[in-house]
């Protein structure tokens, strides 16, 4: 049996190898510089394919890595034990993890004291800052990769509580206009059909929150037949959703009559306790933030009189007013909890970021602050120019005339 996990995780490692072309071009430079060389990184993203590459790419280029999950579901096991037991890369993951599990998983990572950290949520970056407070003083920087994870270390760094710098790469561009768009939409379509194989055309599907990630569901799901209601708190974006061409109501009313409710906001309870008590008889409920707290499961669990699973990935509640709603994913990450995460050429573009902004710390850490970092311009273009070239598509140059004019003031003519 392990031995056929393996093969299922080196042909998944090598099929992901094969269209990361940008990472390649990345891994090759970092590999004949021997650019990490002698380095520990720590790793805490979702084991799966395209993350293995990430890790056996900074292997190559001369580090000491060592991986484990950033979400209990979201593994791959036939990845990570190819990653164990083929590439022998220590990796400290499974699906299914227990909180105990988890959090050991993330110590075994710990324990390698690394000089990097690579983070998805925050998780290993907050154990450093609480539980081993030790490794501050080992620790050069690290890289942050959700909009879940930013949010919680910007309130460090407004507390004066965070201890090393870190490289926001969930604002890249290259990241977030990518990654959080077509690469949630498309996931999240993944893994709410491959749970539930209902139909979506026709039916009113509930986006909850309109930033990049809520965007791109919001896209997919109406290029699918779904009729698309957008829910919000900040009124920008809200403006944002209607020109788009979607509905937006308060989530107190969406829910009425939803047939699907797909959160993706960073934030806790967006369905909440009233909120479900009004439901439609039969709403699916599926998460795409970080943390399974955007569908309350306390409200689930105080309104419930039987939950049962019904479908791989499918728990039904009936609820005390008779009606029955469905979570999937145990409202964790329903992307990868039932699909596989985003599409390979999406996540080359953000490892190949990860890949350069590790580079960059270990160059500048020292005479960086203890704050949170935009990816600077020039790494975001590296990786565009990378992608474009990949697929063959040129694109215009400034002329030295246009460059003057665009950089001038005086006149307009």
């Not at 993203?45 to 790419?57: D, R, S």
């Not at 037949?225 to 979607?246: M, Q, R, Y």
């Not at 350069?356 to 500048?364: A, F, G, I, P």
Request: charged content about 30%; aromatic content about 6%.
């Amino acid at each position: 049996m392990s031995r056929d996990l393996v093969q299922k995780g080196v042909k998944r490692l090598e099929w992901a190898k094969k269209h990361m072309k940008v990472l390649e071009k990345v891994r090759n430079e970092l590999t004949k510089k021997k650019s990490l060389k002698g380095q520990r990184i720590g790793m805490a993203l979702h084991v799966e394919a395209k993350t293995g590459m990430l890790a056996l790419t900074l292997r190559e280029a001369g580090a000491d890595v060592r991986l484990a999950s950033c979400n209990p579901l979201s593994t791959d096991d036939s990845v990570s034990t190819a990653l164990n037991e083929h590439f022998g890369l220590p990796t400290f993951a499974r699906k299914g993890e227990t909180k105990k599990e988890y959090y050991s998983n993330l110590n075994s990572v710990l324990d390698h004291e690394p000089d990097i950290l690579i983070d998805d949520g925050c998780d290993l970056i907050s154990l450093v800052h609480t539980k081993r407070k030790k490794l501050l003083d080992v620790v050069k920087g690290a890289n942050e990769e959700t909009t879940t994870g930013i949010i919680r270390l910007r309130a460090m760094e407004q507390a004066g509580a965070l201890k090393f710098p870190v490289m926001s790469v969930n604002d890249a561009k290259m990241k977030y206009l990518f990654d959080n768009r077509y690469g949630t939409g498309q996931s999240t379509l993944d893994g709410v059909i491959s749970s539930t194989n209902l139909l979506v055309a026709g039916k009113k599907v509930v986006v909850a929150g309109y930033g990049w990630c809520g965007r791109g569901i919001a896209m997919r799901m109406s290029g699918m037949g779904g009729n698309v209601t957008v829910t919000e708190v900040d009124p920008i974006p809200a403006i944002e959703a209607k020109l788009d061409g979607f509905a937006v109501e308060p989530m107190m009313d969406a829910i009425r009559d939803a047939d699907f409710v797909i959160t993706a906001t960073g934030c806790k309870d967006v369905v909440s306790e009233r909120h479900l008590k009004v439901a439609k008889d039969g709403c699916v409920l599926a998460n795409s933030g970080h943390f399974d707290n955007e569908v309350s499961k306390v409200a689930l669990k105080k309104l419930s009189k039987k939950k049962r699973n019904v479908r791989d990935f499918v728990e039904e509640y009936s609820l005390k007013n008779g009606r029955k709603v469905y979570l999937l994913g145990e409202g964790r990450l329903i992307n990868l909890v039932a699909g596989q995460g985003h599409p390979v050429e999406i996540m080359d573009m953000s490892f190949s970021i990860q890949a350069l902004c590790t580079r960059y710390l270990l160059v500048n850490h020292k005479k960086l602050e203890n704050k949170v970092y935009d990816v600077p311009k020039s790494i975001d273009e590296k990786v565009a120019k990378i992608r474009l070239k990949s697929w063959r598509v040129k694109i215009d140059n400034l002329s030295q005339e246009q460059k003057e004019y665009l950089s001038g003031w005086s006149e307009g003519t």
